[in-house]
Every structure is written in structure tokens, then in C-alpha cells.
């Protein structure tokens, strides 16, 4: 007959093939380039299988006494899966953050672009030379709504004034939170996450692309904050909110 330890053994090494097997197909996600798709495909394998390694034990409590072996595998599965849903919604991001670092030069570079030229903002906003450098965020777009897999357009609208017209030094920084089940969690951002540009006075849009893992479990949500300060200034932030359908 055979021992619990060598049956509970068998149980935990077929759940965790399965995820490994899973996770290979369904983790993928468009990148800047090949390289940086494996480092992530690789990086996402290895944290499902924490997960569902943690959630095999689990299952494997109730499992092992079934009479049915069929079943009994089924319920470790399950088991494994809820041990690696709770990574769906920051394992990509997680990934992400572990290639960047080993590999600096795979971070995508932020897009800048002016937009309205000094005299109109300058006229719009009824700023003052007084005022001294001035540099506030209006508005940040995206959808409010996403599929599991999808990519979406982050758009950031900012505008800088100084008192004479010149360009001035600007810090930009962009987070990203992911909300399960009201618990928010920091995630890196894919992209640069904080940089200093030297800005011609006016109004700018910073463009950005916000992957969305593609086992993040409806409901799942994701908030962008996007932040500019100058001279010496508190940032001036702007938020959405995405929400996985």
C-alpha cells in the first residue's frame, strides 16, 4: 500500500506540471522585443508556480481523502489555481520589473509631445509672471473598461510655464496600483517610472501603453497616476482607474 507522503508527493508534482504548462501559453505578452517577452514568459512561469505550488497543499488536504482519484486530483488543481489567482492580477507587472532590472536598456522610452505653445496656455491658464515656474497635470485618459490581454493608450496632459518664456527642468513619475477584492497593491510601471526632461513652456501629452496581464480575473482594477513637478514645487498628479471585464 502506498504512503500519504509518496501519494501527496504525486498529487503536488502533476498540479504543478499543469501550471507550469498553463501559465507558458497564457502569460505571454506583447514586449518591446523578443528578448524581453522570454525574460517575462520566464519570469511569470516561475511566480505562478509559487503560487500554485502554496495553493496545491491546500488542495491537497481534502484531496487525499477521496475515494475517487479523479476527483480528488481535480480538487488539488483547484486548489493550485486559487494559490495562483492571487498573482494574476501583479505577476505580469512583477515580471516586468525583474527583466527591466537585469536588463536597463529593454525600458520602453516615454513619448512627449508639445501640444499648445507658450502664449496660449499662458493666455488660458491667466498665468502671471509672479507666479514663477508652474507646472500642473489636467487630465489623464484612458479606457475605463478593458479585456484580460489587451494593451491600452495612457494619455497625460500637462503643461509647464515659466516667467520668461524659457524651457525649465521637469520631473515626470508614473505609478501603477493594481485593486483586488478592495486591497491595493504598487506594481512598476511598464515604461520608465520617474525621468527629468528639459521642457519648452506649454502644454504637453505624455503617451504610455498599459498592458493588461492576461489571466487579471474580472473585476480586477488597475489606477495610473501621473505626476509633474518644477522648481523646486509639490507635483501636481492626475488618476484613472481601468477596470478588467
Known sequence: MKSYKSIRQKFTISVLVTALSAATVAHAQESANAELDACVKDEQIALTAKGAGLGAVAGLG???????????????????????????????????????????????????????????????????????????????????????????????????????????????????????????????????TSEQRTLQPGEHKDMAHLPIPAKAQAGTQYRVEFSVSAGGKPASTVQAKVTVE
Open 62 to 192: 481534502s484531496a487525499l481523502f477521496s475515494s475517487n482519484k479523479e476527483d480528488a486530483l481535480k480538487k488539488a488543481a483547484i486548489g493550485a489555481a486559487v494559490g495562483g489567482a492571487a498573482g494574476f492580477a501583479t505577476a505580469y507587472f512583477t515580471a516586468i520589473d525583474t527583466c527591466f532590472k537585469k536588463n536597463p536598456s529593454w525600458i520602453p522610452e516615454s513619448k512627449i509631445e508639445r501640444t499648445q505653445e507658450y502664449a496660449q496656455v499662458k493666455k488660458a491658464t491667466k498665468y502671471k509672471p509672479s507666479e514663477g515656474i508652474k507646472a500642473q497635470a489636467t487630465k489623464l485618459e484612458m479606457p475605463g473598461s478593458a479585456k484580460a490581454g489587451s494593451m491600452l493608450d495612457v494619455a497625460s496632459t500637462f503643461y509647464v510655464l515659466t516667467p520668461n518664456g524659457a524651457e525649465t527642468d521637469v520631473t515626470i513619475e508614473r505609478k501603477l496600483f493594481s485593486i483586488v477584492d478592495g486591497k491595493e497593491t504598487p506594481v512598476t510601471f511598464n515604461g520608465k
